[in-house]
């Protein structure tokens, strides 16, 4: 089963408006990240959440994680032209040593449009 | 910030044929890379974790004799596509870290290569 599901697959929103992408993940994790792919191109990092942690903010992003309903969310204020990208949340597992070191399991993604 | 690049950006190739495609890390000593394969609007699907100076840890269900990957040095990692067939045509991406293994590490991505086989 997927690890790290997302929704909506797919925002279409007007510039100045507000983002909120979800992901849903099913086993224990120790953290949880975002990441913004532009289309053809890398993963850029945005944000990490650890699982001892409930919200983070950096610039525009505002990310939630509650571990009780295995899920997060991250809000992008104030969006841009520029923000069009797909997101994708991904965990780490938890007690991420040895084997399982840096492992990262991608959610689908959600796909954001920014209209100007 | 720390800097991932690859090479080639995008390669086209005849069935049959093998492709190698490399994974540097540009101001940072990678101890760890990873190696991702993306399929057209799908989600990133972990292929194997090289380690510098040992051998790959492939996922289940990776053919470890068809990718293989070496990780010569502290900035390098090389992924070959062995007889590729028209299926291996993906998007690869790598990614590194800087090593501390904790889980928190942040992992630098590369800008990915197409890879389409004929």
């Known amino acids: 089963s997927q690890q790290g599901e997302e929704d909506p697959q797919a925002l279409s929103i007007q510039e100045g408006e507000n983002a909120t992408m979800n992901c849903s993940y099913k086993t224990s994790i120790n953290n949880l990240q975002w990441y913004r792919q532009n289309s053809g191109r890398g993963l850029v990092h945005l944000i990490l959440i650890r699982s001892n942690e409930r919200e983070k903010h950096s610039g525009r992003l505002r990310v939630t994680l509650d571990t009780s309903k295995k899920s997060s969310s991250l809000l992008i204020t104030a969006s841009r032209a520029a923000d069009t990208a797909s997101y994708f949340c991904a965990t780490g597992p938890w007690g991420a040593g040895g084997t399982s070191y840096g492992k990262l399991t991608f959610g689908q993604g959600t796909i954001l449009t920014v209209h100007p | 910030g720390a800097v991932v690049s690859q090479h080639p950006s995008w390669v086209i190739c005849k069935s049959g044929t093998s492709v190698k495609i490399e994974c540097r890390s540009l101001d940072f000593q990678a101890t760890t890379m990873f190696w991702y394969r993306q399929f057209p609007k799908q989600s990133l699907m972990l292929m194997a974790t090289?380690?510098?100076?040992?051998?790959?840890?492939?996922e289940q269900g990776v053919e470890k004799d068809k990718f293989l990957i070496n990780h010569a040095s502290l900035t390098l990692s090389t992924l070959t596509v062995t007889s590729a067939h028209p299926e291996d045509s993906s998007f690869y991406i790598c990614?590194?870290?800087?090593?501390?293994?904790?889980?928190?590490?942040?992992?630098?991505f590369g800008p990915g290569t197409r890879l389409t086989v004929l």
């Open positions: 090289s380690n510098e100076g040992s051998k790959a840890t492939y």
């Open positions: 990614s590194a870290t800087e090593g501390t293994r904790i889980s928190t590490d942040t992992q630098y």
